[in-house]
């Protein structure tokens, strides 16, 4: 697959063009930052661990029927992908308090829903990312209500199918954001599933295996992605972890 010129860079990930009009490449930088990009810090391997994270969920997500733009690992930072237009949108499912929801709420992190909670994004930087109800996304024809409900119904599922995953794997799927782009008429899971877009604990200690510990200045993140990885695809696939997983 021949990689062709830079389409666009975002602050942590590059996609290029390749030979296939219809396909793209995904790069993963080894960059984390904060969602209004104030703060951000290399940190070695870490695109290995999204991309390698990444398309594992996604296979995962298109086992059970979820479409997805994933096609192909193409090297260990690089993904093959659907080239999409995309939904100016982030769908955050949440299955725990946590993050900004619990300042919101005046509730204590670690609160679990009697259900999940779907949140609707707009992906503006300028703005801070404001959340919306459904009724700013019809007001401002953002997306069409068909869309917003499919998307919505997709993002629920694959919570789901993940929450589980993961919790055979001693992981606590506490939120997850999703996005959605169009292949043609038909809307699919986008961008990236990874640390960085979910929060994730373990199960037992509720240790934080995410980008949160970047965020609060925890320490250890490409540990903690590395922990995600060996628990994802076993400690005989990925060298130098240690202990048995679930």
Not at 35 to 61: R, V
Not at 91 to 98: E, K, W
Not at 119 to 134: F, I, N, Q, S, V
Request: hydrophobic share 35%; with cysteine; glycine share 8%.
């Amino acid at each position: 697959m021949e990689k062709g010129e830079k389409l666009y860079e975002g602050r942590t990930k590059i996609l290029y063009s390749t030979s296939e009009p219809d396909h793209c490449l995904m790069y993963f930088k080894d960059k984390i930052t904060t969602s209004a990009g104030k703060k951000q810090e290399t940190i070695k391997n870490l695109g290995i661990y999204n991309a390698k994270i990444s398309a594992t969920l996604f296979e995962l997500l298109s086992r059970a029927g979820i479409p997805t733009h994933y096609v192909a690992t193409v090297g260990e930072r690089e993904l093959l992908v659907k080239k999409l237009d995309v939904l100016p949108l982030e769908f955050v499912v949440r299955n725990v308090v946590a993050g900004s929801l619990a300042r919101r709420l005046g509730i204590e992190e670690g609160f679990q829903f009697i259900e999940p909670v779907v949140e609707y994004y707009y992906k503006r930087d300028d703005l801070g990312k404001p959340l919306l109800t459904e009724s700013h996304l019809r007001a401002l024809g953002i997306v069409e209500e068909e869309q917003l409900q499919a998307c919505t119904i997709m993002a629920q599922q694959a919570n789901l199918i993940l929450k589980h995953y993961f919790a055979r794997r001693g992981l606590l799927l506490v939120d997850t954001f999703f996005e959605f782009g169009f292949d043609g008429d038909e809307l699919i899971l986008c961008d990236e599933i990874s640390p960085d877009t979910c929060r994730l604990w373990d199960s037992q200690t509720a240790e934080r295996l995410d980008k949160d510990r970047f965020r609060r200045d925890l320490g250890g993140v490409g540990e903690a992605y590395q922990e995600v990885v060996a628990r994802l695809l076993g400690e005989e696939n990925w060298p130098g972890t240690q202990g048995p997983f679930c």
